[in-house]
């Protein structure tokens, strides 16, 4: 029996999300995804003007001249929601958790996806992966996927992102618009994250608390690693102190950055303290220009 107050909040992120998918998000949804993926149809003759890339060799040295691949569009798509429920996504010093929000954001990539009659599935994971929801339409199943990460209670408190990749590679067959959702507090999933983006559309989102950026002066404070249990005394009344946190922190995000700029994969960044629509309205928007 699901807890009344899980059911309240699957609600009211319905409530919430639904006016920005009808309003914002689904037009520009559908030009971004719709119709990327392509399924083969059949071969034909090649006429003048037709692009070489598309000859198929096999057929033209059995037929003697030669013919060409016809495509057409995917008439749906499967969308990936993958989830780092690790114990660093329950931080921040503003009105919501890393992890709240990044249920929110899930709900409205959800309901996007739904409302183009495309198909949604879910991974749950820390250093496991403790949830899959296999890929189905309709808002039933997309309730039923709010209610999986509200109601989630993780087994474990760390990270482990390269796994959950290779989880994903072995259980989605089809190439998928996946959406990988963390803070990414994590090493050693580089070689899985470029895997994984040659096999699907991967897109990764990164939630981010200010405080994770830089620390405000307020004296002696103890940090505890919530992945770890590892606990720092820090001064930050120094600021020296201060001023190595922030580098840390920026070196850390210039370094993921890089990455996805190398290899090809798009990136959002969401902040705690910011509405998460305008990052992620961008995001469709840039898209959507690549694509026209």
């Known amino acids: 029996m699901i807890p009344k107050e899980i059911l309240k909040k699957v609600k009211r992120i319905e409530i919430t999300t639904r006016g920005l998918v009808n309003d914002v998000f689904s037009g520009e949804y559908h030009s971004v995804f719709k119709g990327r993926g392509m399924d083969f149809a059949e071969v034909r003759e090649y006429v003048v003007g037709d692009d070489i890339r598309t000859i198929d060799w096999n057929v033209t040295a059995r037929m003697g001249h030669p013919y060409v691949k016809i495509f057409q569009e995917e008439r749906e798509l499967t969308v ?148 770890t249990g590892e606990i720092v005394l820090l001064d930050t009344g120094d600021p020296a102190v201060r001023t190595l946190f922030a580098r840390q922190a920026d070196e850390r995000r210039q370094k993921r950055q890089k990455m996805f700029r190398t290899m090809n994969i798009d990136s959002v960044d969401i902040y705690t303290d910011q509405p998460y629509i305008e990052p992620l309205y961008r995001f469709f928007r840039m898209r959507a220009r690549r694509f026209r």
Do not use: W
């Open 80 to 227: 990936m929601l993958m989830v780092d429920v690790s114990s660093s996504g329950d931080f921040g010093t503003y009105q919501q958790m890393k992890g709240e929000i990044a249920t929110e954001i899930c709900a409205l990539l959800a309901f996007s996806a739904i409302k183009n009659n495309d198909k949604v599935g879910l991974i749950i994971f820390t250093d496991q992966v403790e949830k899959f929801v296999p890929p189905r339409k309709g808002r039933t199943h997309v309730l039923r996927v709010l209610r999986e990460l509200l109601y989630h209670q993780p087994r474990s408190n760390r990270t482990d992102i390269a796994g959950a990749l290779e989880y994903l590679n072995r259980v989605t067959r089809r190439r998928s618009v996946v959406f990988l959702i963390s803070d990414f507090l994590s090493e050693g999933y580089e070689k899985a994250m470029q895997i994984a983006n040659k096999r699907h559309d991967l897109v990764a989102i990164t939630i981010t608390d200010p405080r994770e950026l830089e620390l405000p002066d307020v004296g002696f404070i103890e940090l505890e690693d919530a992945e």
